[in-house]
């Protein structure tokens, strides 16, 4: 590969600053809507997990 092609290669996905900044804050969101989402699964769970507990502990 001549060394002028694999340059404009290289500079094809090249990001600006801003455009990495962006997309940090993007997942950075996303991180933390998923972080929320999942916090609420567990809590959900939980809940579960002692009635199943207490159903157990009222039949013995």
């Given at each position: ?51 199943i507990?207490?159903?157990k502990?009222?039949?013995?």
């Amino acid at each position: 590969m001549m060394i002028e092609e694999l340059n404009t290669r290289l500079e094809a996905h090249e990001k600006t600053t801003e455009e990495i900044r962006e997309r940090k804050e993007a997942i950075d969101r996303q991180s933390a809507e998923f972080n929320q989402w999942m916090t609420g699964i567990k809590a959900r769970l939980d809940a579960i997990a002692g009635k199943i507990e207490r159903a157990k502990n009222n039949t013995k």
